[in-house]
């Protein structure tokens, strides 16, 4: 990649100017000597700390790294406890589920861990066109899906004015219901694509995104440098981390962060990393993440790095997810379908609050209709390849109820609204009503008749639930119910 392309994409002036002191937000030596300082808490400490949790504060460095050093398992047991409290108090019984779409498998970049990385020249290279990215939308539209994480790689081809002109296509996107007159559609599409510009995250904000991810991959610079060549945009560091401040400057207040754990051995360490930049945003805008996602390595292909077998074990991942989710208790929490149901499920116990389902992620896969998963055309391999229905059914089995509410980014809850909407849990009372509208909708338009029979006893216990802590607003909530059951779609509050 040439010297030239390189100063073309990277700003560096808006890398400058979020830096203090010419530094930037992670210190590693500081963050090292805080979980150093920390290992031996006692558990009167870690009680007290839970209680900071509950109360939906922002944990500081000290007790993020107290929580990081307990093994004790009775007091992972009281951690797992309070977690699952935290999440309802935020977010209620629901899980939110989405599925990406991968647009495109061309990336400019050399990540040594990646099957889209422009040195492996096994796997199959592919840009969905607009009518491509729209049969796309159309076929997991008929699926179920209302939420779509849009996915892109590195590459002059996927810059913003791509971006946003796909945003387009797949909400323009229309399939007919079961319903007469009924009309499917996508209603809300997040980003997970490279830095970028102020001036291009402005266009793809105008284009009407909700969440904005860009995952750091590791917060840990010289592992950082390992993993990303010097000499590629994703090389510099800087430009990766102030991303979200520049989104913020571009009117975009609904950010995504995540790490890719496996990259490099200490995990704790990345855990505590992505605290600081939580807390970090939280500082320069008001506004922390709204989510927090926990990739980890699987294999890949054509990468030594990827298929490498790594010492990152099933207990470090649900340890990671249970300090995350009591260290930055508003933020939203996803785990992918990388992982196995088994580990998400133990990970929904905990308060994780998203997940995907009946994913594919080889590109133009849903319209293909494909079954089997294909190394050479993803960029990893995936963990949990239930449907969307059997996701829900088996979430159901558990109380839990799955949302496809999308009210928050459509009633304008988003940035400083949501974050104290979700720290005073005025959001959960929302979250539990829409994620019941949405769910007899879905249950109604694409479930068959053996789901409805597992999936109407949440809706039932939700329903009783909504009655006993709302009794005045209850009469309200069902007429918008019975009118969805009549067939009227898309209502919310
Ligand atoms: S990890 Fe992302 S940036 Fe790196 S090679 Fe893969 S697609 Fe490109």
């Known amino acids: 990649m040439s010297a030239n392309y390189l100063e073309t994409m990277i700003k560096r002036d808006e890398i400058d100017r979020y ?6 937000f992670i210190d590693d030596d500081a963050i090292r000597a805080e979980i150093a300082d920390n290992a031996k808490p006692d ?30 398992p009775e007091l992972l047991a009281e951690m797992a406890d309070v977690a699952w409290k935290v999440k309802h108090k935020v977010y209620d019984n629901r899980v939110v589920t989405f599925a990406p779409m991968y647009i495109s498998s061309y990336c400019i970049n050399r990540c040594r861990y990646c099957g889209f990385s422009a040195d492996n020249s096994r796997g199959l290279r592919r840009c969905l066109t607009q009518e491509e ?4 939308a159309e076929a997991m539209i008929r699926l179920g899906h209302k939420r779509v ?13 791509f971006i946003s002109k796909s945003l387009e296509t797949i909400y323009s996107a229309k399939v007919p219901g079961r319903h007469e007159g009924a009309v499917n559609c996508v209603r809300r599409i997040n980003v997970n694509a490279a830095p970028m510009s102020v001036d291009d995250l402005k266009k793809v904000h105008e284009a009407g995104i909700g969440t904005f991810q860009v995952f750091q991959e590791t917060y840990d610079h010289k592992a950082y440098a390992a993993m990303h060549p010097a000499d590629t945009v994703k090389g510099d560091m800087g430009w990766r981390l102030t991303c979200m401040h520049r989104a913020f400057d571009a009117g975009i207040d609904d950010v995504g962060l995540g790490v890719l754990f496996g990259l490099q051995p200490d995990w704790k360490f990345d855990v505590a990393a992505m605290c600081v930049h939580a807390r970090e945003l939280e500082r320069y805008s008001g506004i922390g993440p709204h989510t927090f996602s926990v990739p980890r390595m699987h294999a890949a292909s054509g990468s030594e790095v990827a298929n490498a077998k ?4 099933d207990d470090d991942f649900f340890r990671a997810v249970l300090v995350l989710r009591l260290s930055v208790p508003y ?3 996803i785990v992918t379908a990388r992982e196995s149901k088994e580990l998400r499920d133990r990970c929904v116990r905990i308060g994780l ?8 992620i080889d590109i133009g896969g849903y319209a293909a209709g494909n079954k089997d998963q ?26 839990i109820i799955t949302s496809f509410c999308t009210a928050g980014y459509r009633c304008g809850r988003t940035g400083g609204c949501i974050m104290d909407a979700l720290k005073t849990g005025r959001e959960g009372t929302f979250c539990k009503i829409n994620a019941v509208l949405t769910y007899r909708e879905w249950l109604d338009d694409f479930a068959s008749p053996e789901s409805i029979r597992a999936c109407e006893p949440v809706i039932e216990a939700e329903l009783a639930a909504i009655k006993e802590m709302y009794p005045k607003f209850y009469p309200v909530v069902m007429e918008r119910y019975n009118r969805i059951c009549a067939g009227e779609r898309d209502l919310y509050f």
């Not at 990215?133 to 796309?136: D, L, M, S, T």
């Not at 994480?149 to 004015?161: I, L």
């Not at 294909?374 to 449907?387: P, T, V, W």
Request: hydrophobic content about 35%; charged content about 25%; glycine content about 8%.
């Open 19 to 24: 830096y203090q002191n010419g530094r930037d």
């Open 43 to 72: 558990k009167a400490r870690i009680r007290d700390i839970l209680q900071k949790s509950l109360a939906i504060e922002t944990l500081q460095g000290p007790d993020v790294a107290a929580l990081l050093s307990v093994e004790d």
């Open 133 to 136: 990215i729209k049969a796309e």
């Open 149 to 161: 994480m849009a996915v892109y790689g590195e590459h002059p081809m996927t810059g913003a004015d």
């Open 310 to 313: 790594s010492n990152f074990t």
């Open 331 to 333: 933020t939203g929490l």
């Open 353 to 360: 609050t998203q997940m995907d389902a009946g994913t594919r």
């Open 374 to 399: 294909k190394i050479d055309e993803q960029q990893f391999l995936l963990g949990d390849n239930r449907s969307l229905e059997q996701m829900i059914v088996d979430l159901a089995k558990q109380g």
